[in-house]
């Protein structure tokens, strides 16, 4: 069983830039969730796909966009970044059989913005 | 509005019990979480408890619920050098939409 990956692990990008982070879940999960984790933060949660639509979203602004892919893979996509947007940005999966809603989280990207 | 809160630090020596608490917010939280982070790496989920139980203990973890209170805590006992992580607590806000504490830094001392 493959367990999330994202890409890249880290980056660095400069104010005004556009990124693209990647993550792959879990095998059998079809329901990904993006978190932006500052440091000495908990995560905050930024929006979650689920078969390929947005089903939720948290207080983030339309800057912040996703997709997820038929394989349910996800990116999350940051335009015009702000230099208060370097954080940690966690992808988690989950499965509609996972009663508990355990989330599965990979290592994340660390994004710096210089 | 929701909000999950946590005490920042938490330091024990090594072979006592730990102890983390959590308050949270929302009354209509279905689970409530606690997450072990490692430094690089990702967070794991160490246990979880159900809105409607008061207890639950999974070897050395150990979770209380006081739904009156809005209280949340997680005994780790004979807590060990591994045990050296940050801790989260985290709410359920229904499809898989969760609001976390800032996490409690676990120190171990020998």
């Known amino acids: 069983e493959t367990g999330v990956t994202q890409s890249p692990t880290h980056l660095i990008k400069t104010r005004g830039q556009q990124v693209t982070l990647r993550c792959s879940s879990q095998?059998?999960?079809?329901?990904v969730s993006w978190y932006q984790q500052a440091l000495g933060q908990g995560p905050q949660f930024i929006f979650q796909y689920y078969r390929e639509e947005e089903n939720g979203r948290g207080n983030f602004p339309p800057r912040f966009s996703g997709l997820q892919f038929p394989n349910y893979s996800s990116e999350l996509n940051v335009n015009a970044l702000e230099l208060d947007e370097s954080s940690l940005y966690l992808c988690?999966?989950?499965?509609?059989?996972?009663?508990?809603?355990?989330?599965?989280f990979g290592e994340g990207s660390r994004l710096t913005v210089l | 509005g929701e909000d999950v809160e946590q005490s920042l630090f938490l330091s024990v020596r090594e072979g006592d019990s730990s102890v983390i608490n959590c308050t949270y917010t929302d009354s209509s939280s279905t689970y409530l979480y606690w997450y072990k982070q490692e430094p690089g790496a990702g967070l794991q989920l160490l246990t979880y408890?159900?809105?409607n139980m008061d207890m639950k203990q999974d070897q050395r973890l150990t979770v209380l619920l006081n739904k009156k209170d809005k209280h949340l805590s997680l005994r780790i006992a004979d807590t060990q050098t591994g045990d050296s992580a940050i801790y989260f607590c985290a709410e359920s806000t229904g499809n898989y939409q969760l609001i976390w504490g800032a996490g409690t830094k676990l120190i171990i001392k020998p």
């Open positions: 988690a999966s989950s499965g509609t059989g996972a009663s508990t809603g355990e989330l599965f």
């Open positions: 408890i159900f809105s």
């Open positions: 095998s059998g999960h079809n329901t």
